[in-house]
């Protein structure tokens, strides 16, 4: 039967008859309709950081809903959960006195961020400084600003322009410095980072990028936003993922996923003193903005629950204590010629790219490859040029040893249909 949803980045005429449905999770594992386990080597949508099936997470859903299920957070309303968990966040920000703004989701977090980042400057005095920079392969989420910023091209396509934004390499701090000082450092907001680059390839930063571009933000005055929403809560090893760049002091931090991992939709932008105190004087004006659900009661009593589990079983550190051991198990799979490179090394996460040659020679390659693997029982997320892995932090070696021989498995499949193509 066709289907009457449409799913998001999907090709629904392939997809529209031939859906994947997950009905159940345990753990690492995930089972699908017709009875299939399945490793979830993508923690669903890089969040799923503790794991499915969390029954401690339910529980609290389940006894806030018995209370009060919402409230809207406008004006002076607020919830208790609510000022729990911000208070939280704030105390485990790498900024002293940092005010938390809640949202529904990572792209609500880059948005808020975008237009906090203007219209601070405004407030301050310097209504010329507009301009957002971002960098090449970088992806913020697909609301206005996200899209603009969006360093993967195909994202914008067909869209038309939405907001001005300037683009930068993702691996060159002196590109930054160049831009900025061509834009004129007087006209220039805010520039956004991820610690390490997710949907756009999984590249991690090179010796010393995040700490010049910080440095350069800062003797600009160019506001620093490190969009944390896939490298927060436990995938870098610590809180929001920037802290393992000690000397690096983010004015914002936009921040979703593992904060609830995934279990209901929640996400914000932790706000460094310098942004927010204009708007906490005495006599200031209001941010107009903000999200129906900002502040929703159960969201916020689900991430509540998912931090107590991340602290009570040491799972914070795991993301990078099992980094290493993650790329190790893949790296062998560079000996394929279909292979160009595997990334990783940076946090949970890594990413296999295959040889250009393979995909000039074969677009659905990458597709091609993740169904492989699905059929060795190993789910992997496509990206343009390979296939991403960001298992639950819950996961094990004998977990990234599957995973890796799932990929092998997709690439031994492509070899074999190439070589018969190659024959006719």
Known sequence: MT??????????????????????????????????????????????????GRREIAEAVAAQMGRIEAYSAFGDFVTPPAQELTSRLSALAPMPQAKVFLGSGGGDAADTAAKLARRYWGQVGQPRRQMLISRSAGYHGTHGY?????????NREGVGELMP?????????????AAIEAQGAETVAAFFLEPVIGAGGVYPPSEGYIEEVARICE??????????VICGFGRLGTWFGI???PSVKPDMICFAKGVTSGY????????????????????????????????????????????DIMEREGLLARGAEMEQDLLAALRPLEQSPLVAQVRGGVGTMAAVQFAPSLLESDP??????????????????TLGQGVAVSPPLTATTEHFAMIAAAIGDALSELERSHAGMAEV
Do not use: K
Request: aromatic share 8%; with cysteine.
């Open 3 to 52: 289907t009457r949803f449409w799913h998001p980045f999907a090709a629904m005429g392939a997809v529209a008859e031939a859906e994947c449905v997950i009905e159940r999770g345990e753990d690492v594992w995930v089972f699908d309709s017709e009875g299939r386990r399945l490793l979830d080597a993508t923690a669903s949508l890089w969040y799923a950081n503790v794991g499915h």
């Open 264 to 307: 209901l939709p929640l996400g914000g932008v932790v706000v460094s003193e310098r942004v927010s105190e204009p708007f906490f004087a005495p006599g200031a004006p209001m941010f107009r903005h903000g999200a129906t659900y900002a502040g929703h009661a159960a969201c916020c009593a689900a991430a509540l629950a998912n931090l």
């Open 243 to 245: 802290e393992r760049w």
């Open 146 to 154: 996200g899209t603009s910023l969006a360093g993967i091209e195909l």
């Open 219 to 228: 003797q600009t005055g160019v506001l620093l936003i490190v969009d944390s």
């Open 364 to 381: 659905s390659a990458v597709a091609t490859a993740a169904m492989a693997a699905r059929r060795s029982g190993v789910i992997v997320r």
């Open 165 to 177: 934004t300037i683009q930068v390499p993702h691996d060159s701090a002196s590109a930054l410095s």
